[in-house]
């Protein structure tokens, strides 16, 4: 019940294309919905985060779209760049575990110039 | 320049021994995490300290260990005991009210054999 579902595992786009990665939960207890940017060798750098209240989050070109009747949320990068090109994370936080984030499994998002 | 320091960033050890790694941070945050890395697993907690002299085990605390003496410092022990211990390991710190909002370190490559 603590698992957060993240697909696909890879994902290649070409320059321009809108890239779209998907997770589901299962546990309701989750009231927070971060998703992390990893580029080779470094650590993870918070993109974009969503609440369970909200749809939609837009900032720039990284969108969060949020179900919370399916349990399902998702990033969107549009007009996706080369330098798009790094591991995304999604994760969630129960709202009753102070900051024990789980994480997805991880999209491998490679953009072709 | 604020941020999170890991050192080294690679480690080699032989089976048998145990190994420290290096988490320093100068972003004044309360809390501070430990998390292992392994290829197609997302990120897993090890164990997380919300203030000084304090810590909690997180969903794979077995056969590491923790200190938290000073704010700035969370060292992580990888015993003998843990019986995979290679993988790439990541220190996070938070603010308190945003436990949620992790900065992350460039992590440790440990590699035993």
């Known amino acids: 019940q603590q698992q957060v579902k993240q697909s696909p595992q890879s994902l290649i786009v070409q320059k321009g294309g809108i890239s779209i990665i998907n997770c589901a939960y299962e546990?309701?207890?989750?009231?927070?919905f971060p998703w992390y940017q990893q580029f080779p060798g470094k650590g993870p750098a918070l993109l974009i985060a969503i609440r369970p209240d909200v749809s939609e989050k837009k900032e720039g070109r990284f969108t969060i779209s949020f179900n919370k009747s399916a349990k399902q949320f998702s990033l969107h990068i549009m007009d996706s760049q080369p330098g798009d090109s790094a591991t995304y994370f999604c994760?969630?936080?129960?709202?009753?575990?102070?900051?024990?984030?789980?994480f997805g499994q991880g999209t491998i998002l490679t953009v072709h110039p | 320049d604020g941020g999170i320091t890991q050192s080294p960033k690679y480690l080699f050890r032989k089976e048998g021994q145990n190994v420290t790694l290096s988490c320093e941070q100068n972003l004044n945050h309360d809390a501070m995490y430990w998390y292992r890395q392994d290829p197609g697993q997302g990120l897993r907690l090890i164990y997380y300290?919300?203030?000084?002299?304090?810590?909690q085990k997180g969903d794979i605390a077995e056969g590491y260990s923790v200190s938290r003496e000073k704010k700035e410092s969370f060292p992580l022990t990888v015993t003998s005991a843990q019986k995979n211990p290679t993988a790439f390991y990541l220190c996070?710190?938070?603010?308190?009210?945003?436990?949620?909002?992790?900065?992350f370190g460039p992590g440790t490559r440990l590699t035993v054999t």
């Open positions: 996070a710190s938070s603010i308190r009210a945003a436990p949620y909002e992790q900065y």
């Open positions: 994760a969630a936080r129960p709202g009753t575990s102070y900051g024990k984030l789980t």
């Open positions: 546990n309701t207890a989750f009231d927070y």
């Open positions: 300290s919300q203030i000084v002299n304090d810590f």
